[in-house]
């Protein structure tokens, strides 16, 4: 083969396979999100997978590369590539649906391999093994350009997810559209592979046989370490930055890539030419955004779209490029490249496994980012040890992010209870300093999900969104007479049973038992409510998948993740179960309050796709103890929304063009964003 063919060959292995390698993450990350009750930690679980895989990956290439000739490489790799086959098309066996008690990581974790095991392992090994392969030609010296190149493949392959592939594509047609594209690669793959064991059959430490090149220098071990350490912050800081932000908006792979596409950016900048990463302008503006980002966690404006993302994902970018920058710098000769890329996929799978496994069952609360801060500058120290200045300015550094982090710990130390899980961080707190105005209050991170007066006669007054004035406060006032039937699909602090009445039936769906744990112990809605209280763990919409139709003259659909509802709550065929426990003339109540999602858009599409009735409740009480809350509500019979609790509250919603309905195999975000 002619070198430019060659040239191609390997650049094109190499660009595919980073391009399905992350290309599969957001695909295979939809597919299971509803399973897990929409939650942002199934994206968190699925890096850890990444990682992990990517580790296995990098630990096979660099043990091939060593150890084995080039033609005993081609057979091994050659027969792995036809096994791997075996696992297409990449589409999730529904027999891993959760049945609602099971631990979900470890589930997650045994789906994903069952699912894309060998060929995301083998798309992870394809970047180090072919460089080596790469390092023997006589361009061996440009082998780093390489590993751009499968970053700029991988940042594209994200940027395409959400643009081009989500709004244009169902997840079967993704799934099918990616195993085609995985042959393509396979027969790359094997053309690079024989290629390979036919000009250089013998012994795999040989390197650069077409061109001299002298011995490198073997690194130090500080730089090892280095190469260990600093990629390790820079998946901490992914991670802690992203759950940081998929708590407040919704848990949808946009927010997903957003993070992780400034992270391959900087990897990107970092390894393609030394002229990008500049430190005197660059370290001085991440220590800027180090400081705002710690200071940021413990003000408003972390919390604020406007101003916390651009924080928190630009502090990202800027800190990343320092990390990788860093590393880059530190790059040894190409006979110690598979060793190298090792250990920065070592520290990868390091820093994933802190954060988004260790962190949510030690840490009571979000403090991983403000952590990772910390550490930031504390690695500062290590890079810049031989300089007095350098050492001088990480302490100031770390010693201002731990001030703010300390800030943000004593700040929660006066919450009544702080419990943390796979499924978010929640906080009980009271106010009110008279002993008739004291509340108690649920926080999902930062979303209100219920408070309660703590006196005797007013405790059983709902309020927060959920007062006689809301949508559905009217809807469960206006079912017939005699025994109702409500089910919720949420259950917060139980708020919703203050409406039981002596013969009604009050089902609450909830997937977190820690939630029911602390509506027991924290609230007294549920055990003071003359109501028959159902308790059903697990997600609700799988629940009410294998239930046998209940009836149900209200079914409230109030499952908040952070500030929104889970997008497989809210699509064509969830509404077909919900309309299966409906009686003819019941009432589904939607709670749409969104700070940055039109949801009563979502639901007025999905309405009309089934060509039922709507109305829109918009409460904007002037009473301190009750929220401003929109309720969107769904019904057969136009006469079930024209009762009398509803006059003069209830409006028609205006029609929706242009806005597909969400199914389960298709919902846009960017359509509804406000």
């Not at 300093?433 to 408070?451: A, F, I, P, S, Y």
């Not at 109030?558 to 809210?570: I, Q, T």
Request: glycine share 8%.
């Amino acid at each position: 083969m002619q070198p430019v063919a060659v040239k191609a060959l390997f650049a094109g292995t190499i660009f595919t396979s980073a391009f399905l390698l992350f290309l599969v993450q957001p695909l295979i990350a939809k597919q299971i999100l509803p399973w897990f009750g929409g939650s942002a930690a199934v994206w968190s679980v699925c890096m850890v997978f990444f990682q992990l895989a990517l580790l296995a990956g990098y630990a096979y290439a660099d043990w091939v590369a060593r150890r084995l000739a080039a033609r005993t490489q081609a057979w091994v790799h050659g027969t792995l590539l036809l096994a791997s086959l075996a696992f297409l098309p990449v589409l999730a066996d529904p027999s891993w649906k959760p049945a609602g008690n099971e631990e979900p990581t470890l589930r997650i974790l045994g789906l994903l391999i069952a699912t894309i095991g060998l060929p995301y392992f083998l798309l992870s090994t394809t970047g180090p093994l072919v460089q080596s392969w790469v390092t023997r030609t006589p361009w061996g010296a440009q082998v780093y350009r390489y590993f751009s190149l499968s970053n700029l493949a991988s940042l594209a392959a994200l940027l395409c997810y959400p643009v081009l592939i989500e709004p244009r594509s169902t997840v079967p047609q993704q799934a099918w559209a990616w195993s085609a594209g995985f042959v393509l690669f396979v027969l790359l793959c094997g053309a690079t592979t024989v290629y390979v064991a036919r000009r250089w059959p013998g012994a795999a430490s040989a390197t650069a046989t077409d061109a001299a090149v002298a011995p490198s220098p073997k690194p130090r071990r500080i730089d090892q370490l280095l190469w260990l350490a600093l990629p390790a912050l820079g998946t901490w800081l992914l991670l802690a930055v992203t759950n940081h932000v998929t708590q407040n908006v919704a848990p949808v792979p946009f927010l997903w890539v957003l993070p992780l596409s400034v992270y391959l950016l900087s990897f990107i900048l970092s390894f393609d030419s030394d002229r990008w990463y500049r430190r005197p302008i660059v370290l001085p503006l991440a220590a800027v955004m180090l400081v705002l980002g710690a200071y940021a966690l413990q003000d408003s404006i972390g919390s604020a779209l406007r101003t916390g993302l651009p924080i928190f994902v630009g502090g990202l970018f800027l800190l990343c490029l320092c990390l990788h920058g860093e590393t880059a710098r530190l790059r040894p000769g190409p006979e110690y490249l598979t060793r190298f890329y090792l250990m920065l996929s070592l520290g990868g799978a390091l820093g994933g496994v802190l954060v988004g496994l260790g962190a949510p069952y030690v840490l009571p609360a979000f403090y991983e980012l403000g952590i990772g801060l910390v550490l930031c500058a504390l690695a500062a120290l290590a890079v810049w040890r031989h300089r007095r200045i350098g050492v001088l300015t990480g302490l100031a550094l770390a010693a201002g992010c731990g001030w703010y982090l300390s800030e943000q710990v004593r700040d929660d130390a006066r919450a009544r209870r702080l419990d943390r899980n796979f499924y978010g961080a929640m906080m009980v707190s009271d106010s009110g300093t008279e002993e008739n105005d004291r509340v108690r209050r649920l926080h999902h991170g930062m979303t209100l999900h219920g408070e309660q007066y703590l006196a005797a006669e007013n405790r059983r007054w709902p309020g927060s969104y959920y007062s006689k004035s809301s949508g559905v406060g009217r809807a469960i006032e206006a079912a017939p007479a005699g025994p109702r039937h409500v089910g919720i699909i949420g259950l917060g602090a139980g708020t919703l049973a203050a409406y039981g009445r002596p013969g009604d039936v009050y089902r609450f769906y909830e997937i977190n038992q820690r939630v029911f744990d602390l509506a027991d112990s924290e609230f007294s809605y549920l055990r003071d409510s003359d109501a028959r209280i159902e308790r059903v763990l697990g997600d609700a919409r799988l629940a009410l998948e294998r239930e046998a139709p209940q009836g149900f003259d209200v079914l409230a659909v109030d499952a908040f993740s952070g500030d929104s509802v889970p997008a497989h709550l809210l699509t064509v065929q969830a509404l077909d179960i919900y309309l299966r426990h409906l009686k003819p003339e019941g009432v589904i109540a939607f709670h749409v309050s969104n700070r940055y999602l039109k949801l009563d858009t979502v639901v007025s599409t999905i309405a009309q796709a089934r060509g039922l009735h709507a109305a829109l409740v918009e409460d904007n009480p002037e009473a301190i103890d009750v929220e401003r809350s929109i309720w969107m509500l769904v019904a057969r019979d136009p006469r079930a929304l024209q009762r009398e609790p509803f006059r003069g509250a209830a409006t028609t919603p205006d029609p929706v063009y242009g806005v597909a309905p969400w199914t389960d195999d298709f919902n846009n975000l960017f359509s509804v964003l406000r």
